[in-house]
């Protein structure tokens, strides 16, 4: 009866699984629940590390950045007494190669300039060098 | 061939089928095929494991005592979903 002559026969090319994959979901769900669960041990592990982390590294900058800022005023006066002393031989380029801080150099500037305006006024000794200006 | 229910099959005619019924009839696994583009368009066959392939069948009376086989496995299928649901539950 079913095998008639007029049945047609269709080769099987592709065949898709469209049906709901319960083994799929529950690995799904366990990935989900063990992602979710690494997710809340790594915030409260690494939370208080990064915090801690980040107060240190706050401090190292801050003690460094106060150092470093001591270290310049103490080549600020080193400067200041070799520029009375030598009647400005150092150049403004030499200011800052020692202070990159934008105080320093402003106040570096302020100085050279106090010292250029004394030598033009006249106050340049005989042992200026061609380093400065001979007004 | 592993063709299930709720499967998308491709046959060699280039048109995709969902199937939507399988019964075991007379030592031959039928199935009821739907066009996924045109609903109107569906198919009654049998599978043919050594060619890999499905025989449409044209016989209106076999069709007719095919149907409420199909149902009939749709429910089952259902109702063994429902209780495989209420067991992991």
């Given at each position: 009866m079913n095998n008639n002559m007029n049945d047609k026969e269709l080769t099987v090319k592709k065949i898709e699984k469209l049906s709901f994959d319960k083994k799929a979901m529950k690995g799904f769900k366990c990935f989900s629940v063990a992602t979710c669960a690494f997710a809340i041990w790594a915030g409260a592990v690494l939370a208080p590390v990064s915090l801690g982390g980040t107060i240190a590294i706050w401090a190292y900058v801050a003690i460094f950045k106060k150092t470093a800022y001591n270290y310049s005023r103490d080549k600020v006066d080193e400067l200041k007494e070799q520029i009375y002393k030598e009647k400005s031989k150092i150049t403004y380029n030499e200011y800052k190669m020692y202070h990159k801080q934008p105080k320093v150099i402003?106040?570096?500037?302020?100085?050279?300039?106090?010292?250029?305006?004394?030598?033009?006024?006249?106050?340049?000794?005989s042992s200026q060098t061609s380093n400065t200006r001979n007004y | 061939m592993d063709i299930d229910v709720n499967d998308k099959i491709t046959l060699s005619d280039d048109i995709s089928y969902l199937v939507v019924g399988k019964t075991i009839y007379d030592n031959k696994t039928y199935f009821f095929l739907v066009d996924f583009n045109n609903y109107a368009n569906i198919k009654c066959c049998y599978e043919n494991s050594l060619n890999h392939s499905v025989i449409v069948v044209d016989d209106k009376k076999l069709i007719q005592k095919l149907l409420p086989k199909f149902i009939d496995s749709q429910n089952k299928a259902y109702i063994d979903s429902l209780v495989e649901s209420m067991d992991e539950n």
């Open positions: 402003k106040k570096a500037k302020k100085l050279y300039n106090s010292v250029r305006y004394r030598n033009r006024r006249g106050f340049a000794s | -």
